[in-house]
């Protein structure tokens, strides 16, 4: 069993930053694949980073094209945590962010395994 724990949302002004965290627990950390995804009122959850493994074996970083040039994951696997490190926030980046975590990176959220309980992250204008 693998828990998740997200933690460094919060209401910050349009242009600010925010850092979040997810601490891991219960498997190997480092053989993970780990995402972060967001999920707006009235809208789907979707894939804004992941650090990992895809399908064909390669090891790579994702950003969706909303998030890229702003946001940045990174991983430490000493201490068994991801980050999100998001500058330059916008309000249309107002949701709750989940970490999850999987073994392939999977921009659908069915096909990850494991979920945090989610961080509130609010942009104001």
């Known amino acids: 069993q693998v828990q998740l724990e997200e933690s460094g949302g919060g209401l910050v002004q349009a242009g600010g930053s925010l850092r979040l965290s997810c601490a891991v627990s219960g498997r190997t950390f480092s053989s993970y694949t780990m995402g972060w995804f967001r999920q707006a009122p009235g809208k789907e959850r979707v894939l804004v980073s992941a650090?990992?493994?895809?399908?064909?074996?390669?090891?790579?970083?994702y950003y969706a094209g909303s998030v890229k040039g702003r946001f940045t994951i990174s991983r430490d696997n000493a201490n068994d945590t991801v980050f999100l490190q998001m500058i330059s926030l916008k309000p249309e980046d107002t949701a709750v962010y989940y970490c999850?975590?999987?073994?392939?990176?999977?921009?659908?959220?069915?096909?990850?395994?494991?979920w945090g309980q989610g961080t509130q992250v609010t942009v104001s204008t």
């Open positions: 650090k990992g493994w895809s399908g064909d074996n390669t090891y790579y970083t």
């Open positions: 999850a975590a999987d073994t392939r990176i999977a921009t659908i959220p069915s096909r990850w395994a494991y």
